[in-house]
């Protein structure tokens, strides 16, 4: 907690007037009981002037499977400003709508559609897979962060040349990001392997030659696998034949 504290700080010092602070954290397991470490480290925050914006909740689907209290399938990332005038770009994070017909059914509106065309606020409880043995970005990194978890944080929360900084930058997750989208990024780290992982990372990013997870695909869904695999002219090609041989199966 102490060298927790000592950082924020740091990076509330160096923190613009407009910027964000995005604290990522999980759980800390000791002997089977946990402990929240967002709300142990919320005082910290709050001592310093910021303001909570969002509590976001990450959630995954794999990880530890425990047998004597229920699996961890999430992680917390605390959205701090230090001012009521921060950057926020909603339109460039909108997800599709679940109901994207839906109009009006009264009123002087009646008739016109009742969602924003571009897509809805995507909340503060997002599905994203998690970086695992079969993840195309895994390194040999264990908490590494994939990519558009960190890209949706860099899209709504800064503007283009801006200065992003990652005190525990690992595998260089959130220089990538910001890189890719044309921001400025510094970082730190300590562990050598780490290093030489995220050099080699953002040079390959620079290029456009890393292999990332896009943003928009959809998590993957087993009974409908087409969905979260990029369209191909062999995909097209099976899900054509599908319907074809589901329709002639329902017309006989």
């Known amino acids: 907690m102490n060298q927790q504290s000592e950082v924020i700080?740091?990076?509330?010092?160096?923190?613009?007037?407009?910027?964000?602070?995005?604290?990522?954290?999980?759980?800390?397991?000791?002997?089977?009981?946990?402990?929240?470490?967002?709300?142990?480290?919320?005082?910290?925050?709050?001592?310093?002037?910021?303001?909570?914006?969002?509590?976001?909740?990450?959630?995954?689907?794999?990880?530890?499977?425990?047998?004597?209290?229920?699996?961890?399938?999430?992680?917390?990332?605390?959205?701090?400003?230090?001012?009521?005038?921060?950057?926020?770009?909603?339109?460039?994070?909108?997800?599709?709508?679940?109901?994207?017909?839906?109009?009006?059914?009264?009123?002087?509106?009646?008739g016109e559609y009742s969602c924003n065309p571009l897509g809805k606020n995507p909340g503060d409880v997002w599905d994203i897979p998690n970086v695992k043995h079969n993840h195309v970005e895994k390194t040999n990194h264990p908490c590494q962060f994939p990519v558009e978890l960190i890209e949706r944080l860099v899209l709504a929360l800064t503007n283009l040349g801006d200065w992003i900084i990652d005190p525990f930058m690992g595998a260089g997750t959130t220089a990538i990001a910001a890189l890719i989208h044309k921001r400025r990024a510094a970082g730190a780290e300590i562990v050598e392997e780490y290093l030489r992982e995220a050099k080699d990372r953002i040079r390959k990013a620079e290029k456009g030659e890393l292999k990332i997870r896009p943003m928009d695909r959809p998590v993957y869904d087993p009974s409908v696998p087409y969905r979260s695999r990029p369209m191909t002219i062999d995909l097209c090609q099976q899900l054509l034949f599908d319907a074809k041989g589901s329709y002639r199966l329902n017309g006989s």
């Open 9 to 110: 700080r740091e990076c509330v010092r160096v923190l613009a007037s407009d910027g964000s602070i995005c604290w990522q954290v999980g759980n800390y397991v000791d002997g089977g009981e946990i402990a929240p470490l967002d709300t142990l480290l919320y005082p910290v925050f709050k001592s310093l002037g910021l303001k909570l914006r969002n509590r976001i909740v990450w959630r995954f689907e794999h990880g530890l499977h425990c047998s004597r209290r229920f699996s961890g399938r999430y992680e917390t990332i605390m959205w701090f400003t230090k001012s009521d005038n921060h950057v926020f770009h909603l339109d460039a994070v909108r997800v599709p709508q679940k109901y994207p017909n839906k109009k009006y059914f009264k009123g002087p509106k009646a």
